[in-house]
Each structure stands twice: as C-alpha cells, then as structure tokens.
C-alpha cells in the first residue's frame, strides 16, 4: 500500500518537468491526480494541452487515477476551476502542489515591463490563486465536520529566492516573495489542519537546461544521476504523507541525494542608542559595532 493512498491532489505544471515526476510518483503512491497545466512554452508563450493530457494518460496507464487540467494557474476563475474539477471528480481535495511557472531571465537595467510582470504572475499569484481557493475548501470542510482537515500545500521556490541570482530579478523576487508566502499561509491555516511547507529543487528540465545549457545537466555514463527531476519528488510526496503532519511553515532545498533544511533571516547584531534617535553622524561612529560580527567588516 501506497504512502498516500486514498488521498486526492492537485499538480501544477504537472505536464513537464519536476511536476510530470511529483504527478507520477505520488500517482505510483495511491493519490488521484489533477493534472493541471497550460501546456506553453519554456517561457510561457502559448498553451497546448497535450503536456497535462500525457502525464495523466501515463498515470492511468500504470493502473492510478489522473485527470488533466488546461486551466493558466494565476487565473482567478483558472484557479478554482482546477479545485473544483479535484473535488467534483473524486469527491475530496487532500494536496496542492504549486510547481507550475517560466523564466524570462534578463538584467534588471535591460529588463522590460512585462518579462517582470509576467514572470511575478505565474511565479507569485500562481502560487496566491490556488491556494486561495483551496483553503476556503478547507476551511469549508473544516466548519462542516468541526475538526481538523489534514490537508498539505507544497510551494516551489528556488535558491535564487533565496540568495538571489543575478540575471533573474524578476524571478528571484517572485521565488522570494514564495518564500514568505509559504510561511505567512502556514502561521494562518494551522488551526485548520493545513500544513505549508516551500521547496526549492535543483534539476535538468527544459527551464534549467535552457539557463545552464544542456553540457552542465548530463550525467556521467553509469553515475548516479545527481540532476533526475525524479530525485526532488519523494520529499514533496513524504510532505503530502501522514508521516508529515507535524511538519509546516518550514523550506527545503532538494535535489540529487539529499534534502536540506534551511533557516531564513536572522538577527545577526543590534545597536541602540538608548531611548533617543541616533543622528547620521553618529551611525557613521557606530557602523563599526554594528558590523562587528562580521570575519570581514565593512569598514573604511
Ligand atoms: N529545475 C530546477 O532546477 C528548478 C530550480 C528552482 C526552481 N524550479 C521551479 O520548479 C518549477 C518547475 O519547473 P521545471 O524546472 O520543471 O520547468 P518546466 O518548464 O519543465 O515545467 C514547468 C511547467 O509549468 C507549466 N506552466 C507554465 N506556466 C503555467 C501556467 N500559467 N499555468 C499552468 N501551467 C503552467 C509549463 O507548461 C511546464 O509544463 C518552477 O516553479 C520552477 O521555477 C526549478
């Protein structure tokens, strides 16, 4: 018996890539699918809705349930259509993996307006829209039944969130506000029984392969292939798991062999005055403290 058999979930961008692996695996698992994307380009131009309708074809065709969805993730009628199909096609909704999204990489001086607009919309509000519409689900539920829902949502950021990534502004700021998003939701819909984890995954899809190029992804002949989209599925599939209801607001970076938890801002040195405004002049003095933790310092 699968580790999420029974269970009822929806993948975005489940067509290609990293979701086509999360879709497969956690189907071989026991979940019924929604299969969920628009099918476009590597940098979201165009639909086409063989990507969604393969990926669910081969689910069923290893003896699981997946439907196809071509709904666009960021719409807002889009989006609750797609947790509708779920809940009207196999009565419940238990996961929601956001994976779905585009690059449009350029430096933040030569970038246009919309290469900025449209990669914060499907990154950010694809990630917002969903998860709008399946927490009221939840929260619904939650009323009807007076417990608990124990339902997971799976965010997919990326280290140039994180650290940032020259060239990919418009994305690292979208990956970034995931981050936050991810946690915010979390501290929200915890009294519900929703939990909300974020991942950020390292592997060879047409998006990486399109960035680094093809050379930097390959795998040596017979070595263990560090870059399979597949390696990152088993952490989001074990978050949608029983096993993992205690685990929420928490990120991961993912990929190859391992799973990493990561910690996000910390306080790393306060100055104070003491109970009255610091003037300019006066930081200009105290700089030197307030950098004082650093191996390197700042300091003229
Ligand atoms: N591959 C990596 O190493 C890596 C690293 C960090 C983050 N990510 C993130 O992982 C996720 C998956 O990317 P991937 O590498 O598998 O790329 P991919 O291009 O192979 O897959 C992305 C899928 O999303 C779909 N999609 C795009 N816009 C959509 C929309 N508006 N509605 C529905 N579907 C849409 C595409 O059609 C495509 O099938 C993305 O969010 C990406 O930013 C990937």
Not at 70 to 87: H, K, L, P, S, T
Not at 162 to 185: D, E, R
Not at 209 to 235: I, K, L
Not at 256 to 273: T, Y
């Amino acid at each position: 018996m699968g580790m999420l058999e029974g269970k009822v979930g929806i993948v975005t961008g489940g067509g290609r890539g990293l979701g086509r692996s999360h879709a497969l695996l956690m189907a071989s698992e026991g979940a019924s699918i929604v299969v969920n994307d628009l099918g476009g380009a590597w940098d979201g131009t165009g639909s086409d809705d063989r990507a969604a309708s393969e990926t669910a074809a081969d689910i069923v065709a290893i003896g699981a349930n997946a439907v196809a969805n071509f709904d666009d993730v960021a719409d807002w009628e889009g989006a609750q259509n797609m947790i509708n199909q779920a809940v009207a096609t196999y009565g419940r909704l238990d996961f929601l993996v956001c994976n779905a999204g585009f690059v449009r990489d350029r430096t933040v001086f030569n970038m246009s307006e919309s290469e900025w607009d449209s990669v914060i919309r499907v990154h950010l509000k694809g990630h917002f829209v969903p998860t709008r519409w399946a927490t009221a689900y939840w929260r619904e539920q939650f009323k009807m039944h007076d417990r608990p829902v124990n339902a997971s949502i799976v965010y997919t950021a990326s280290e140039a969130g994180l650290f940032g990534n020259a060239g990919q502004p418009n994305y690292s700021a979208a990956k970034a506000g995931i981050a936050a998003l991810g946690i915010t939701v979390a501290r929200e819909v915890e009294r519900y029984g929703i939990r909300v984890n974020t991942i950020n995954p390292r592997a060879r899809t047409r998006m990486t392969v399109n960035t680094f190029g093809a050379d930097r992804m390959t795998a040596d002949e017979g070595a263990f292939d560090v870059n399979d989209p597949d390696n990152v599925s088993p952490w989001v599939a074990y978050l949608c798991t029983d096993d993992a209801s205690d685990i929420t607001g928490e990120t991961f970076v993912c990929g190859s062999d391992q799973v990493q938890l990561m910690q996000g801002w910390k306080r790393e040195h306060r100055i104070r005055k003491g109970n009255d405004r610091w003037t300019v002049a006066e930081l200009a003095e105290a700089r030197a403290e307030l950098f004082s933790s650093r191996r390197q310092k700042p300091d003229r």
